[in-house]
């Protein structure tokens, strides 16, 4: 956005970068999406025979889920 009000080779740097930007966090969210599809098809195949293994994959998918945001306090009376 910047490059079209600004026409300077900086501007135009800036708007590339965050375009790579954003890009690359689109590539890492599918990824994590697809890490996490493949932990639960490996845990749908494990069914219960290890418990090590299993509570791995338990382990692994509770730091793949989001955490829920904190709960803002209310600033005033």
């Known amino acids: 956005?910047?490059?079209?009000?600004?026409?300077t080779e900086k501007?135009?740097?800036?708007?590339?970068?965050?375009?790579r930007a954003f890009i690359k966090l689109r590539?890492?969210?599918n990824t994590?999406?697809?890490l996490?599809?493949?932990i639960i098809e490996i845990e749908a195949r494990l069914s219960g025979h290890d418990e090590q293994l299993t509570?791995?994959?338990q382990l692994l998918k509770q730091?793949?889920?989001?955490k829920p945001p904190p709960t803002k306090r209310r600033i005033g009376f």
């Open 32 to 34: 994590h999406q697809m």
């Open 11 to 19: 501007a135009i740097e800036v708007s590339i970068f965050i375009v």
């Open 55 to 57: 509570q791995m994959v």
């Open 27 to 29: 590539e890492m969210i």
């Open 63 to 66: 730091m793949l889920d989001p």
């Open 36 to 38: 996490k599809k493949k």
């Open 1 to 7: 956005m910047a490059a079209g009000v600004i026409n």
